[in-house]
T-cell receptor, first 117, second 111 residues
Framework: GAVVSQHPSWVICKSGTSVKIECRSL??????MFWYRQFPKQSLMLMAT?????????EQGVEKDKFLINHASLTLSTLTVTSAHPEDSSFYIC?????????????FGPGTRLTVL | QKEVEQDPGPLSVPEGAIVSLNCTYS??????FMWYRQYSRKGPELLMY????GNKEDGRFTAQVDKSSKYISLFIRDSQPSDSATYLC???????????FGAGTRLFVKA
């Protein structure tokens, strides 16, 4: 399967600051990447679909001005949590489909645990 | 009603037991069914991928899909302590529709 990396794996920040999370596809080019959020003992919730060269598509209820997504290249997508608050503390995971537009299979990154104090 | 229902457990079994994990769903358009395994503080990894109804076997894992009942199962034979993880079911209608995940079932296999 595809190898997906995320950086950092764990970050603690103060309330009001911004945090950038990187998602990289290591072995193939990805025009699409997904960003999920997972609260403890809850399932994955899709936040947005990151599209290379164009604007991200956000799910209903996700603030696009708060969660900035930039798909700068075919191997890198970044999620910036702006003006973070304690309720933004969560596990953020990116994923990418192997090919095509079916999006049925996804390869997930290792996740980034964000703690906002 | 959620589109995908999955009992969060936890489910605790002795080593060597057969484990049965299940999900029900409401959207009859779902055609692609996946099971992911997620270890604590790690990203999910794809275990099984099935299209439409039927069974699929891979080593100790068997996935079953019953579209008439809107019910899918994952069986783990000869369970091992290393199988202890959260198992997420996921499904999609395909054609670019997004994947919907269950809440995940936490499994503990005791040595």
């Amino acid at each position: 399967g595809a190898v997906v990396s995320q950086h950092p794996s764990w970050v603690i920040c103060k309330s009001g600051t911004s945090v950038k999370i990187e998602c990289r596809s290591l072995d193939f080019q990805a025009t699409t990447m997904f960003w999920y959020r997972q609260f403890p003992k809850q399932s994955l919730m899709l936040m947005a679909t990151s599209n290379e060269g164009s604007k991200a598509t956000y799910e209903q209820g996700v603030e696009k001005d708060k969660f900035l997504i930039n798909h700068a290249s075919l191997t890198l997508s970044t999620l910036t949590v702006t003006s973070a608050h304690p309720e933004d503390s969560s596990f953020y995971i990116c994923s990418l489909p192997p090919s095509g537009a079916t999006y049925n299979e996804q390869f997930f990154g290792p996740g980034t645990r964000l703690t906002v104090l | 009603q959620k589109e995908v229902e999955q009992d969060p457990g936890p489910l605790s079994v002795p080593e060597g037991a057969i484990v049965s994990l299940n999900c029900t769903y409401s959207n009859s358009a779902f055609q692609y069914f996946m099971w992911y395994r997620q270890y604590s503080r790690k990203g999910p990894e794809l275990l099984m991928y099935t299209y439409s109804s039927g069974n699929k076997e891979d080593g100790r894992f068997t996935a079953q899909v019953d579209k008439s009942s809107k019910y899918i199962s994952l069986f783990i034979r000869d369970s091992q302590p290393s199988d202890s993880a959260t198992y997420l079911c996921a499904m999609s209608a395909g054609g670019g529709f997004k994947t919907i995940f269950g809440a995940g079932t936490r499994l503990f296999v005791k040595a």
